[in-house]
């Protein structure tokens, strides 16, 4: 049996089960982070923002996501490895996607390419146990998950951002 980490197998069943990719983008940049913020598991957050944006009909932050995904697939052939997605699938995936936006297609579900029948086993006994249906169909969605993150108390953001700046500026008035 291989030993995938939990918040894959989380990341995977919000993925392809609630369909809430907003909490796909929670799990994994979570992991991201304490897991030397290695490239594999940015790509897997951006896809799911990219995803987020085109339900949304922001087509430009989509594309822009998209597009950063597809320049992470051509540098690197072994960026999924070990996490079982086919990597030649998931790159058309991606292509068909941006040039579904470009050409004003409507939004349909996106179901990655896993290549491992114990993988989604264990996804979908994940999104089973919370209630979700396997593979749902959110074409249609038009529920509290397309726009969640306009609910989400951002105040330690915001002052975060404003820290920042007054940094920046007080460094500039030094120099």
Request: charged letters at 35%; proline letters at 2%; hydrophobic letters at 35%.
């Amino acid at each position: 049996m291989k030993k995938y980490p939990t918040a894959y197998i989380e990341y995977l069943a919000h993925f392809h089960g609630s369909r809430d990719f907003f909490e796909c983008h929670e799990i994994m940049e979570e992991f991201w982070l304490q897991n030397k913020r290695e490239v594999k598991w940015l790509a897997l957050i951006q896809i799911a923002v990219a995803v987020y944006h085109e339900r949304q009909k922001n087509f430009p932050g989509s594309l822009r996501l998209y597009r950063k995904v597809l320049h992470h697939l051509r540098s690197n052939k072994n960026l999924f490895e070990g996490l079982d997605i086919h990597h030649g699938d998931l790159e058309y995936l991606i292509k068909s996607r941006i040039k579904n936006i470009l050409h004003d297609g409507e939004y349909t579900p996106m179901n990655l390419p896993l290549v491992s029948e114990e993988l989604i086993e264990k996804s979908m006994k994940f999104t089973e146990e919370q209630g979700w249906e396997w593979l749902s169909d959110d074409s249609q969605s038009k529920n509290i998950l397309v726009f969640k993150h306009k609910l989400r108390d951002r105040s330690d953001v915001i002052k975060a951002r404003e820290h920042s700046l007054l940094k920046k500026k007080k460094e500039r008035e030094e120099h």
